[in-house]
């Protein structure tokens, strides 16, 4: 059953022992119900210019809309969609709600971008790169408009079969992130081993930058090191004004985070995009 990330967060699938196995085994039923039925929405969180605050695009971030149980973030069900190989299912369902929204935005003569988060197990699968190849004719996307999003974590195995992946996509171009950079196991070597045009630095890194001097000195090697791979650097987790001002200061120029937004619905996130446009 679901893994315990520690903390309090409320777990409603693994309460007691007793239900443990049939709350597994509904979980588990849900989520086929929920890859069936389009439950899985994406919210978006805004990235932003550090220094002037336009959005350049924006983070595509799994919610369920779960029939009973309301809307439920990532933590409650992601290990799960792993555990039962459904993450073809997730990133499919995912890339073409994004899809459509990149073309309505475009139609709307708004041209940002969108990430989406992609767990390195979906590469594998044998539709992967003509799904998303296939996304981006039908619904007239230009390629560098859609930035896919791959967790450190995630690349730990099947090291040739992601690589060749990855190489394909960028091919074509779509742009690669390496998200919550500095928490894997081989950070340096994955910046070697693959193709990425952005660099995200987890937000564990930002969280005291403008009081800590180890996190700041972190941040700074970062910030530098993607200067000299011709590499983008996107600070996560941005919380406060002050963390954006010592992040601009240190001259990293994109950044995310509660600060500036959290993620919204597609409703919120496009108010925001025909604000953005009105006062250019
Ligand atoms: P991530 O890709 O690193 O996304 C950032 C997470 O941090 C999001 O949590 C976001 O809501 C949260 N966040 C953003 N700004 C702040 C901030 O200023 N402070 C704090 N404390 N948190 C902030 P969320 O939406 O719960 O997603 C958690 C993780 O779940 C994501 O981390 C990503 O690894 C995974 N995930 C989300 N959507 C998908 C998806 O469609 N597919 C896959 N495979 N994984 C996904
Ligand atoms: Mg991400
Ligand atoms: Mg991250
Ligand atoms: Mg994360």
Redesign the pocket.
């Known amino acids: 059953y679901v893994k315990q990330h520690g903390g309090d967060d409320i777990r409603w699938y693994d309460k007691t022992i007793e239900e443990a196995t049939s709350g597994s085994l509904q979980l588990e039923a849900d989520l086929r119900a929920a890859s069936a039925e389009g439950q899985f929405i994406?919210?978006y969180?805004p990235k932003f210019l550090l220094d002037t605050g336009i959005i350049t695009g924006f983070?595509?971030?799994?919610r369920w809309q779960h029939p009973t149980r309301g809307l439920l973030?990532?933590?409650h069900f992601?290990d799960a969609?792993l555990t039962h190989k459904l993450?073809f299912e997730?990133?499919s369902q995912?890339a073409n709600k994004i899809a459509k929204q990149l073309s309505e935005w475009q139609q709307q003569g708004f041209c940002q971008h969108i990430c989406?988060?992609?767990?390195a197990a979906?590469f594998s699968h044998p539709e992967f790169f003509d799904m998303v190849s296939g996304l981006l004719v039908e619904h007239n996307i230009a390629a560098c408009q859609l930035h896919i999003?791959v967790?450190e974590s995630s690349l730990i195995q099947r090291h040739d079969d992601v690589r060749k992946q990855l190489n394909s996509l960028k091919e074509l171009g779509v742009r690669l992130a390496l998200?919550?950079f500095g928490t894997g196991y081989a950070s340096l070597s994955y910046l070697q081993d693959y193709p990425f045009d952005f660099i995200?630095i987890?937000?564990s890194f930002i969280s005291k930058i403008d009081t800590d001097r180890t996190q700041h000195a972190i941040v700074k090697a970062i910030l530098d090191l993607a200067d000299a791979l011709n590499m983008h650097v996107v600070a996560?987790?941005?919380?406060t004004e002050q963390q954006r001002d010592v992040l601009l200061d240190m001259g990293c120029k994109n950044g995310?985070?509660?600060?500036f937004g959290?993620?919204v619905p597609a409703d919120v996130a496009t108010e925001m995009l025909v604000k953005q446009y009105a006062t250019e």
């Open positions: 994406p919210y969180q983070e595509a971030l799994v973030k990532p933590k992601i969609i993450s997730l990133f995912m989406i988060n992609a767990d979906e999003e967790t998200d919550d995200k987890d937000k996560e987790g941005i919380e995310q985070g509660y600060w959290k993620p």
